[in-house]
């Protein structure tokens, strides 16, 4: 990803939700028609997840930091991190919420094919402008490999010495008026390694250039333990670390934030499944949505998602036990299914229970 792709994510339009259809009107479609209406709903409902608090208030904490940090004078200012175990959505968390500033930070100008603008104190100089830098970083990233992805995503060329590269990135980002600096999978680095201490370095002096331009570095990583880049005592004195984790229902007060996540997806799927009875997500399966997600959004989203498609695609509004069993998650999810507690809160078919009434 370099600026300009950023810039398209950034200026995309969110999709339009598809038209709600009637149980009489999804009958009445053939029934390819309807699994391409069913497919449709998924992948819009996967897009646009319904809002989940643990997230929502992770990201105004993080915007809240920002906006301190833009408070502080120039030079040294505060680093910002975000450490969160794999697949719990930081990610699309700080994209999400780095699309938004972006959009804020450069208002109509966002919806130009390229903005252009004249940077502060310089004479006849147009260049693109580029508040946010969004990297992923790998285990073997080198110092120069670093430099060299700031300038590339800046749209400069990167055939020169390390050394070279390392003065032209600050000149870079104060031409683009870089305000936000995003280096995510930052756990990756391995800093005991002499490449990594280089690496670690390039990143403290970068922090600081930042600072010295108005500008800030954000940090985003699965970190376990201990951590030589946030614990590295310059790091440590200037850090702010957001943290975030799994849904949990050990005690009440996670209990109601999860049937909190399931009603914001209750209003989500009703234009999709208004026959479903009202509080069926976060009352009859709460549950056994937990036991077979552990509380991971992504694979929530998921079940939801395609359990709705499954129901859609059978000409129903409403929702029902088989459809949640049947959708398939992670590898992560389906490793725990065979435990006894997903097995003891799994949902009873109504098909089920009918055929033993019967008996």
Known sequence: MDGQDWHAFCRAPSGAAPIARSASQLTGMSREKRLEYSREVEHFLLRNPAESPLHATLSQGIRSDIEAVELE???????????APFTTGKSTTVKAMARALYREWMGSASLADRPRWAPPMTEDVEADRIPVIYLNLQSDTSSKDLYAQILTYLGHATASTRGQLAMRVPKACRLHGVRLLILDDAHMLRTHLRQGRATLDA???????????GGMLLLVGAWAGDSDLLDDPQIRGRLSLSELNVYAIRTNADKSLWQKLLKSWESALEPYLPDTPRSALSRDYARYLYERTQGYVGDLAKCLARATATAI???RCQLEAEDLVAARLSQRARDHEGSSDSVAHRPESKRASRSRDVG
Not at 74 to 79: E, K, L, M, N, V
Not at 203 to 213: H, N, V
């Open 313 to 315: 695609a059978d000409g």
């Open 73 to 83: 004078p120039t030079g040294a200012r505060t680093i910002l991190a975000l450490s």
């Open 203 to 213: 990143i403290k002096a970068i922090a600081t250039e930042l600072g010295e331009i």
